[in-house]
């Protein structure tokens, strides 16, 4: 399995540790140095800090719901694809097609069909989870060998021990870097959704707001905070993968 | 026993695309039975023929294709400007460990951002015209390409580059002959996504803010409760990555063909 990230993690050295914590610390002063110089400007009550920590708190929700629906949802359809084939012929064709459209075309129709609320949203980041779960689950129950498939019919295993020892196994690894990148999905359909379908509290919602009445510090420090979560869920899942696998696959 | 089974092959091979065109074919008939009986309000789901009429008569007063250039432009100029920077960044990386180790974190914490909250940093910067589209279908297109770059050339094998030394082979041939056909088809998996994304992107930065292009339609189209305008423009946007996406596999298979021969 290809890292695929430029210098991801196993290249870090210390001394690029020390680059990114130094870059890091350049980045916050500024951005402390302009929010200090507007400071007058912020809400008063909540403050800069509070306004930012609640709009996180809502996206975080908004993000968790789509990803529990969408991976559920796109899991099970991708696994029923890959077990039976006429599925797989039928559905395939449409889903392939359903894929050329961008995804952030489904907005003007999500919200024709319903409206611009809390459930539009959270449908559109399920629907942008479960492209990738479809594909990755399709992906998975197909990687299972078709001879460990035979092996465990010879045995005459249990549908129960068989799914223990031939098919968890066989999935997960696929599965596991299908979420990891249905996670990136799905935080740029949760800022996405949050801009284009605003009237509602989030972290794009209070980055488009702050933009539209002129506080740049508002939006560059809520930018940071998407990236520096983004950054930081994908590592977490990263690692969680890697703990798996390094204990179950050796 | 290959002329015997020919014709097996033929009903095997129809029996396939039977069932590859039953489900789309099944969902036209089901849309069309469902808007033509009304059980659906006209609201929610409009006619199949309401959307071939509005895109014929969108594309008769040269609407649809005024829209249609518009995107493709932004794309082109945001594909062509993140995907020359995304090669470049990328070989750069690939080939010097220093530069690698130094820039690789800040990269990597760079590509974690999702292009689409880019948008309003770069509207600070730029405006809310076209450079910033361009810019952020750019920056949504240089992450996959400088990864499948830097993935390509690390992947050379040891023994190509062992054999070209060996031959002595003049640096044209080289490249022509080793590096081009070892790296291209990961540099063209890598322009592949990147295009998908700048698709995307287009989509979302059209959606907000601007006067023309195919994301601008999508948006009136729903304002106006138009959904045979909506649809007509997603479908062409469909079409239109498609058929992009159908060009770079083409010109992989150029470029590979051309150093093979």
Known sequence: MSVGVVGGPHHFKWRSYLWLVASTIVLTIVIAEISVSQVSLAVPGRGLIGEIAAATLDTLRRLLAGLFVGITAGSLLGTAMGAVPILDRLLSPPIHALRQVPLFGWIPLIGLWAGLGEP????????????????????????????????????????????????IPSVTP?????????????????????????????????????????????????????????????????????????RYYR | MTTKSQPLDAVARLGQVATWLASPVLLLVL???????????????????????????????????????????????????????????????????RLDRYAGPLFYAFAQMPAVAWAPIAILLLGIGEEFKVAVIGLAVFVPVTIGTQEAIRGIPQRYLEVAAALALPAGLRFRRVLLP????????????????????????????????????????????????????????????????????????????????
């Open chain 2, 31 to 97: 849309w069309w039975w469902l808007t033509e009986r009304e059980l659906v309000p006209i609201q929610i789901l409009v006619p199949p023929h309401e959307v071939f009429e509005t895109a014929r008569a969108m594309l008769a007063d040269g609407e649809l294709e005024e829209a249609a250039l518009a995107s493709l432009f932004r794309v082109l100029a945001g594909f062509a400007s993140g995907a020359a920077c995304g090669v470049a960044f990328g070989t750069l990386v690939a080939v010097s460990p």
């Open chain 1, 120 to 167: 539009s949203k959270v449908t559109f980041v399920a629907l942008a989870v479960a492209y990738v779960m479809v594909l990755s689950a399709h992906e998975a129950i197909r990687s299972i060998s078709p001879r460990l498939t035979e092996v465990s019919r010879a045995l005459g295993l249990d549908p129960l021990t068989k799914l223990r020892v031939l098919v």
């Open chain 1, 174 to 246: 696929a599965l596991l870097a299908g979420v990891r990148i249905a996670l990136a999905a799905g935080w740029s359909a949760v800022v996405g959704a949050e801009i284009l379908m605003a009237a509602a509290p989030g972290l794009g919602a209070l980055i488009w707001g702050a933009r539209e009445v002129g506080r740049p510090e508002i939006v560059v420090a809520g930018s940071v905070v998407v990236g520096v979560l983004g950054a930081l869920s994908n590592a977490g899942l990263r690692s969680f993968e890697q703990r798996v696998l390094h």
């Open chain 2, 182 to 261: 070892a790296t291209l088809p990961r540099i063209v998996g890598g322009l592949r996504i990147g295009l998908s994304k700048g698709w995307m992107v287009l989509v979302f930065a059209e959606l907000f803010c601007a006067n023309v292009g195919l994301g601008h339609l999508m948006d009136v189209g729903r304002t106006q409760f138009q959904m045979d305008l909506v649809l007509t423009a997603v479908l062409v946007t469909g079409g239109l990555g498609f058929a992009m996406d159908r060009m770079l596999l083409r010109f992989e298979r150029f470029g590979s063909g051309r150093a093979a021969a």
